[in-house]
């Protein structure tokens, strides 16, 4: 149902956007996710949007070079990332959460769904 393109080959200090599009998806009460997995290393969480709380999330190593945005009335959401460096290389997975939470945080179980992950690789 989630559906990721816009990953690719970037050289350090270049830009990429990402997308993600969810289709068959009637609620728009939800938190958008982006996730990223490096080999050898487990999920993380890199940002995070949702329509309840003001603030998107930030992992502390992407602050000020990401920006993460949605367009709800296409369920789609974006990950722009800039100044990419060749720790930013892996596969970055979209994910949405459809309950309403507490806080917003980048905990993997909360989310039920999931892209098929979209190639990041970062080197000159």
Not at 27 to 46: D, L, M
Not at 79 to 103: Q, W
Request: charged share 20%; with cysteine; net charge negative.
């Amino acid at each position: 149902q989630l559906v990721e393109s816009g990953g690719g080959l970037v050289q350090p200090g270049g830009s990429l956007r990402l997308s993600c599009t969810a289709s068959k998806f009637t609620t728009n009460f939800y938190t958008i996710g982006w996730f990223r997995q490096a080999p050898g290393k487990e999920r993380e969480g890199v940002a995070l949007i949702t329509n309840y709380y003001s603030e998107p999330y930030y992992a502390d190593s992407v602050k000020g070079r990401f920006t993460i945005s949605r367009d709800n009335a296409n369920n789609t959401g974006y990950l722009e990332m800039n100044s990419l460096k060749p720790e930013d290389t892996g596969i970055y997975y979209c994910a949405f959460d459809v309950i309403h939470r507490p806080l917003i945080a980048p905990h993997i179980e909360w989310y039920q769904y999931w892209g098929q992950g979209t190639q990041v690789d970062v080197s000159s």
